[in-house]
């Protein structure tokens, strides 16, 4: 079975910063994709940031030059560092995988992790 754990999550001054971490572990052959998404309360997931094996990345504009997606192919995790962090940023942040294991291409998620942020 794969399976995410992410970690780092917390409570943040505002302009404080966080980096969280996600490992992907299982029979595991390759991994596409490794991204962020976050879930504030009454809304709707949405990505964060996201990069691909060869280190393409993408990023929500509301994040773009605060937060810096960056992966460890051989550890199988991914990072995510948030920096000038907000009270907008306040969600639970989920890591999500796209990769290949012994049952077949499966797109898998972490349980996610708090992210607070007081003003």
């Known amino acids: 079975q794969v399976q995410l754990v992410e970690s780092g999550g917390g409570l943040v001054q505002a302009g404080g910063s966080l980096r969280l971490s996600c490992v992907a572990s299982?029979?595991?052959?390759?991994?596409?994709?490794m991204g962020w998404y976050r879930q504030a309360p009454g809304k709707q997931r949405e990505l964060v940031a996201r990069?691909?094996?060869?280190?393409?990345?993408n990023y929500a504009d509301s994040v773009k030059g605060r937060f810096t997606i960056s992966r460890d192919n051989a550890k199988n995790t991914v990072y995510l560092q948030m920096n000038s962090l907000k009270p907008e940023d306040i969600a639970v942040y989920y890591c999500?995988?796209?990769?290949?294991?012994?049952?077949?291409?499966?797109?898998?998620w972490g349980q996610g992790t708090q992210v607070t942020v007081s003003s």
């Open positions: 999500n995988a796209l990769l290949f294991s012994v049952a077949g291409k499966g797109d898998y």
């Open positions: 299982g029979s595991i052959f390759r991994i596409v994709a």
């Open positions: 990069i691909g094996s060869g280190g393409s990345t």
